[in-house]
């Protein structure tokens, strides 16, 4: 089961990473979008989660740590909010420069 946990974040990682490396808009924001979520599986696997423990305090001899929880949880709410800006900077840029290279450069067609 670990291998192929770290396997799908492989792929996330290294997929975001060349969506990232393409130099178009669209791209750019689906590698940035593919390597938050990367980051918060990371994240949430880092909380060693257990079966038959309550989450926080409950009635079992162990608990859950909330850590990793939260951690993820403010991870995702922050990354949508950062993808809806990156979104209308992209939009915006490409308004004025007529263009959706990153580099903001014309593109020769």
Known sequence: MEALFAISLGMLTASGVYLL?????FPVVLGLTLISYAVNLFLFAMGRLRTG?????GKSAGHGDP???ALVLTAIVIGFAMT??????????????????????RSER
């Open 21 to 25: 490396l393409r130099a178009r808009i």
């Open 53 to 57: 423990v309550a989450p926080v305090l």
């Open 67 to 69: 850590l990793p929880q």
């Open 84 to 105: 809806a800006f990156v979104v209308v900077l992209a939009l915006r840029g490409l308004g004025e420069l007529r263009s959706d290279q990153v580099d903001g450069k």
